[in-house]
Every structure is written in structure tokens, then in C-alpha cells.
């Protein structure tokens, strides 16, 4: 449902650039055989497109576009590329004039005068004949790119909007390149370019994180009528990184219906993407990263897990079954007698007062390190020690195991 029951959901493509932003960031190359494994883990997501790399870059990943528009089925490869005829050549060579090709556009004049070295005029005229080409070789699915458009001004934009659209440009996309804008004024600057475009033109955003609002931006963007997001798993990518993919689907599952938009994102299967992302450019998981972090659906808190053993909806808003997570629930300095409690209880031990002062004591009270352990490990030892023979040993074995 949308807001208005008389207006449906607008569907927000999602675009995932975690083999090419994502890989391009230090420490985080792959192979072109495990660029496979992860655009067809991503895949598996649901997302639209994949961007796989840059051909012109290296011949890895020219191998690894040839390797994936052989691979993927579902989701459309694309490949970013220079506004230069031997990028478009390569890419066509690589993936096929069937894939997504996007072109790079120059659009500000911080870009155009210090990286570039070309005048207004001069950025136009490549993306004019750079699109003419494409179209020439048989492409049909081509993006305008315009880098660094969130510090570019309207004079400069709307040229290069208007005539990548003219010479055949079906997606225009606004990367915030440097992360330099807050949802207001990215979102501002999303509504008026969607006035200078057709209805059937893709409005796609491409945000950086260096100021924490990579996400927030993207909503902004969604909001003021943006069709399509740029993301990555866990949001790697250039310096700080990229909208976070899985955060993007969590909101949209959460929101959507307020948003009045939906995707077709299954996010179940992002934590299994997210994994083998992880295995292949060995990234350690953080402890509070949202959606994938270690304790994302755990606590050891223990005013926080009494509420949630009466019921988890007391502090769990995003529920972990959605992404294939496993809510958890560790026992800490912090945890209280509830939880030991509780477990008893279910465990049908009754009060069994020694054994439940042994067990607070050695996993409550007496954890000063910090160090948890999960309820699930917890109550197997013991079910494990009562069925064994009694011993005065178990508060030291208990301790150890731990």
C-alpha cells in the first residue's frame, strides 16, 4: 500500500556498485572469478543492476564483466566507463551491447578545472559525442553519470542533462561524489533536475558517506522523486563508502508504505551476499554495524532483556528473521538475575537456589572483563552438567568453558 490508496507504490530500483565502488576501495580487490561469485550472490538479492567494474581500468576487470553477462540472469550487468570512444569500444567488447552502459559526465567546475583541465563547453561536447557513439555501436540501455553533480550549479547540470538525454541517455544519475551535501539541499537539487527530464527517464542516485548521510540522502532523493539508488553490502566503497545496501531495504521494508515506494529486494538474502563478500576480501564485521553488525540483534543489557523476554518487540524494532539474523541474547557484567531467571524456568529447574547463585554469580556478578556468553551456549552446559554426574566442580567448569 502507498499513503494514498489511490496512488500505487512507485517500485525503486536498486543499483548495486559493490564490484566496482565497492571493490575499488583499499584492501577490498577480488579476482574476476570471485567478482562471479559475489555479482551472483547479489544477485540472489533481488537487485536490478549490477555494476561489475571499469572496463578500461585493467584487464581484471574486463575479464570479470566478460565472465558475469555470461553468469547473471536476472539482474542487468553494467559498467562504468570515461567519456572517451576506447572506454565504449572496451565495453561493448566485454560485456555486450546489451548491458548497462554508463558514461562518466564532468559536473562541476571543481572537477572540470583541477582534475580535467577542460572548459564547460568541453564536457559537453565529449558527453554529446561519447552518447552518439554508444548509440552508434547498438547500445540502447546507456546512463548519463554525472560525477561530483551535488557541487555542480543548474547552468552547468541542465546542458548536460538535457543533451545526454537528446542523444539517447535513458537513466541520468547524481553522484553526491564527495559527500558533501545534507538531505535538504540533495533533495532540493533531485526535484528540480526531475523537472527537466521526461516521466520515462530513470532519475538514479549515487551518494557517498563521508559526512554519515549516504542513506539519508538517498531517502531525500527517493522522496523528491528520485526512481533508483546506488549502493553497496555494508555500504564499501571510496574513502568513508556508499549507501548501505541492506539499510536502504531495511527502510523500505519498514517504510515503504509511508514512503509510498517499495523495491524488489529480497532481503533474506542479503546476509548470505554479505557473507561471502566478506569471506572473499576478508572484512572483519563491526560490533554495531546496523542490519549485519555482530550485536545488530543482541543485547546483554539486562533491563533491555527482560523486556524482550517477556516480549522482543520492547526493543527490537527491526526484527532479525527477515535478514536470516538470529536474535541474541549474551549473558554479561550487565546482564541482571531476569534473564538467569527466566532461563531456569524454562529449563523446568524450578528454584534450585544453589545452582542458580553459582551460575549468577560466575556470569553476572563475578564477569568484570566484560566477556558474555550466549544464553543458548549457557543453558547447554548446564543441561549438559545435570545429566552428568553431580559435582561441586561446576561453577569452575562452568567458568572455563566460557
Not at 541517455?169 to 559527500?179: E, F, I, P
Not at 542458580?356 to 554469580?361: A, T
Request: net charge negative; glycine share 8%.
Amino acid at each position: 500500500m502507498s499513503p494514498n490508496p489511490h496512488v500505487p507504490a512507485r517500485t525503486i530500483r536498486v543499483f548495486d556498485t559493490t564490484l566496482r565502488d565497492g571493490e575499488q576501495a583499499p584492501g577490498n580487490a577480488m579476482t574476476p572469478d570471485q567478482k562471479v561469485e559475489l555479482a551472483l550472490a547479489v544477485e540472489a538479492t533481488g537487485v536490478d543492476t549490477i555494476e561489475v567494474g571499469f572496463p578500461s581500468s585493467s584487464p581484471s576487470d574486463f575479464e570479470a564483466i566478460r565472465l558475469s553477462a555470461q553468469a547473471l540472469t536476472t539482474a542487468k550487468v553494467a559498467t562504468l566507463n570515461r567519456a572517451v570512444r576506447e572506454d565504449i569500444n572496451l565495453a561493448a567488447e566485454a560485456g555486450g551491447i546489451d548491458h548497462h552502459i554508463q558514461i562518466m559526465a564532468t559536473g562541476s567546475d571543481v572537477h572540470l578545472e583541477h582534475k580535467r583541465g577542460l572548459t564547460r563547453s568541453e564536457g559537453l561536447k565529449e558527453i554529446v559525442d561519447s552518447i552518439r557513439f554508444a548509440r552508434e555501436l547498438g547500445f540502447t540501455d546507456i546512463s548519463l553519470a554525472i560525477e561530483d553533480a551535488s557541487r555542480g550549479s543548474d547552468d552547468l547540470l541542465r546542458p548536460l542533462v538535457e543533451a545526454g538525454v537528446e542523444e539517447g541517455a535513458r537513466t541520468v544519475v547524481l553522484a553526491d561524489t564527495t559527500g558533501c551535501r545534507i538531505p535538504p539541499e540533495f533533495g532540493a537539487q533531485v526535484a528540480r533536475v526531475r523537472t527537466w527530464i521526461h516521466d520515462e527517464i530513470v532519475l538514479s542516485v549515487h551518494c557517498h558517506q563521508d559526512l554519515g548521510l549516504s542513506l539519508a540522502n538517498s531517502l531525500a532523493a527517493i522522496d523528491a522523486g528520485a526512481d533508483e539508488v546506488q549502493g553497496t553490502l555494508a555500504g564499501i566503497g571510496e574513502r568513508a563508502g556508499n549507501t548501505p545496501l541492506e539499510e536502504l531495504a531495511a527502510v523500505l521494508l519498514y517504510k515503504g508504505e509511508q514512503l509510498g515506494v517499495t523495491s524488489r529486494i529480497r532481503t533474506e538474502k542479503l546476509y548470505d551476499a554479505y557473507k561471502v563478500l566478506s569471506r572473499i576480501i576478508g572484512m572483519m564485521t563491526p560490533r554495531n554495524k546496523a542490519i549485519f553488525g555482530e550485536n545488530a540483534f543482541a543485547t546483554q543489557a539486562g533491563i533491555h532483556q527482560a523486556g524482550m523476554l517477556r516480549n522482543p518487540v520492547t526493543y527490537e524494532y527491526v526484527e532479525p528473521h527477515y535478514f536470516s539474523r538470529e536474535r541474541g541474547i549474551l549473558i554479561g557484567r550487565h546482564s541482571g538475575r531476569s534473564v538467569i531467571r527466566n532461563m531456569f524456568d524454562q529449563m523446568g529447574l524450578g528454584i534450585e537456589r544453589e545452582l542458580f547463585d553459582e551460575v549468577y554469580d560466575t556470569y553476572v556478578a563475578g564477569r568484570k572483563d566484560g566477556t558474555c556468553i550466549a544464553l543458548n551456549e549457557l543453558r547447554r552446559i548446564i543441561t549438559e552438567r545435570l545429566q552428568g554426574p553431580a559435582s561441586p566442580a561446576l561453577m569452575t567448569e562452568l567458568a572455563v568453558t566460557a
